[in-house]
């Protein structure tokens, strides 16, 4: 009788022993070795950033990176590999982007993740090669060209120094800043109420007349002009200082 209580008992122990090592195995957390994954590695994920990227900027252009952040790597399960980008906003004016990574493995998504950073292109621009003042007439000696982040500045920034050669300054410019076509204007050649020149011409047959200028004008600009004689209000267009021409 006790021999089979003794068997009862260790019976008991192997069967609880064997219940604590499946509770165990489950609890465990599973491990992969390395033949059950595939690694992605960072340069393949900012090949992929670059990429997508891309389109953001003109054709030809190298992508530079101010600033990203990417992991190390992405371990996935072993399977068909694949990866869809969400560029989200694109990039804004300062350069700053954020897009979404989903990784899946034979269709099914299984791991996502975010890559952010700050990126632009070099290239040359126009700049202030010395302190220009506010109502300055633009001359070559005022302007230089140095490579700058492109991501920094608006599609307005100036990239050959002809563009501003004989503008005027709107504002005062810093040494060394970028030029822009919005901190130019024309050269003002004509005031208002000034007497012009009024020129009309067509094929063979030219008329002149004095006129007053009812609008300050530049060159290349229209501005309305009074006819002295005939007190008639036409529009031309300032040809030069004290011209205007008008069609008929």
Not at 2 to 15: C, I, P, V
Not at 37 to 57: D, I
Not at 71 to 79: H, I, N, R
């Amino acid at each position: 009788m006790a021999l089979s209580s003794a068997y009862k008992d260790t019976g008991r122990r192997f069967a609880l022993a064997a219940l604590l090592a499946a509770v165990l195995a489950v609890m465990q957390p599973s491990i992969c070795s390395a033949e059950d994954v595939q690694v992605v590695p960072k340069e393949t994920l900012r090949t992929m950033t670059v990429e997508t990227l891309s389109g953001y900027f003109e054709k030809g252009k190298e992508i530079k990176f101010y600033e990203i952040h990417l992991p190390e790597e992405v371990k996935l399960p072993t399977g068909k590999f694949s990866c869809a980008v969400d560029p989200g906003k694109g990039v804004d004016g300062s350069g700053r982007f954020s897009l979404k990574m989903s990784f899946s493995v034979d269709g099914t998504v299984r791991k996502a993740l975010w890559v952010w950073g700050r990126v632009g292109t070099a290239q040359k621009m126009v700049v202030a090669a010395r302190p220009i003042k506010k109502s300055q007439v633009i001359t070559g000696a005022d302007l230089g060209l140095a490579e700058l982040e492109s991501s920094d500045f608006g599609s307005d920034v100036l990239t050959d120094p002809g563009d501003a050669v004989g503008l005027v300054a709107v504002n005062p410019i810093r040494a060394g800043a970028s030029i822009k076509a919005g901190q130019l204007k024309p050269l003002t050649i004509i005031k208002r109420g000034q007497l012009v020149r009024i020129i009309a011409a067509s094929g063979g047959l030219k008329v002149t007349a004095v006129g007053t200028a009812k609008e300050d004008g530049a060159i290349g600009g229209d501005i309305k002009v009074e006819n002295v004689s005939s007190r008639r209000l036409v529009l031309g267009r300032v040809v030069s200082e004290g011209l205007v021409e008008v069609s008929f």
